[in-house]
T-cell receptor, first 111, second 117 residues
Framework: DGGITQSPKYLFRKEGQNVTLSCEQN?????MYWYRQDPGQGLRLIYY???????QKGDIAEGYSVSREKKESFPLTVTSAQKNPTAFYLC??????????FGQGTRLTVV | GESVGLHLPTLSVQEGDNSIINCAYS??????FIWYKQESGKGPQFIID?????DKRQGQRVTVLLNKTVKHLSLQIAATQPGDSAVYFC????????????????FGKGTKLTVNP
């Protein structure tokens, strides 16, 4: 089936640790995005990539890093520099000038 | 600045009634708008979209209206059902022509729709 797969669904991180969230798509979409969602809030853009080996910062990139070595994959690393990482993270992909389609999200909790 | 906002954070309707969810946007460069439905603990689902060369688009039980003069977007759901209960987001796609044609999708805070049986 075509779609966007995020893993893991739940992730726990100790303070000071880096963690990487996976996002894979088999829709052959060029663009991929990472959003953060806090309770009762909208989606805020962390990073986006419109082509392999290129990505741009969104509105809240500090404390996060990404890579785009393959068209299908856009992993997000939450570094220890991110002071408040507990949130719901959503990955999406799209064709140019098209709607973004989302994965089912990863809920990250700092313990 | 760039922002997409909603007039009402919550909306409660009776089953069978029509629902109207509103959205205001501020970026005049936005030319593509999308409505999403998000159920608890899940990723947003695409509902319907509209481009700025249109003022109305209809889908199955849903209609999106775009008023570019006042930068307003609305989603109308006909004969609302309990399964329609969710948070609804509007999003605007901003094409940054001065930045190599990069696109940015900006979301509002969302409206929580509750359908009472």
């Amino acid at each position: 089936d075509g779609g966007i797969t995020q893993s893991p669904k739940y992730l726990f991180r100790k303070e000071g640790q880096n963690v990487t969230l996976s996002c894979e798509q088999n829709l052959n979409h060029d663009a991929m995005y990472w959003y953060r969602q806090d309770p009762g809030q909208g989606l805020r853009l962390i990073y986006y990539s419109q082509i392999v080996n290129d990505f741009q910062k969104g509105d809240i990139a500090e404390g996060y890093s990404v890579s785009r070595e393959k068209k299908e994959s856009f992993p997000l690393t939450v570094t220890s520099a991110q002071k408040n990482p507990t949130a719901f993270y959503l990955c999406a992909s799209s064709i140019p000038r098209g709607a973004a389609f989302f994965g089912q999200g990863t809920r990250l909790t700092v313990v | 600045g760039e922002s997409v906002g909603l007039h009402l954070p919550t909306l409660s309707v009776q089953e069978g009634d029509n629902s109207i969810i509103n959205c205001a946007y501020s970026n005049s460069a936005s030319d593509y708008f999308i409505w999403y439905k998000q159920e608890s603990g899940k990723g947003p689902q695409f509902i319907i979209d509209i481009r700025s060369n249109m003022d109305k688009r209809q889908g199955q039980r849903v209609t999106v209206l775009l008023n570019k003069t006042v930068k307003h977007l609305s989603l109308q759901i006909a004969a609302t059902q309990p399964g329609d209960s969710a948070v609804y987001f509007c999003a605007e796609n901003i094409l940054r022509r001065l930045q190599g044609g990069s696109e940015k999708l900006v979301f509002g805070k969302g409206t929580k729709l509750t359908v009472n049986p």
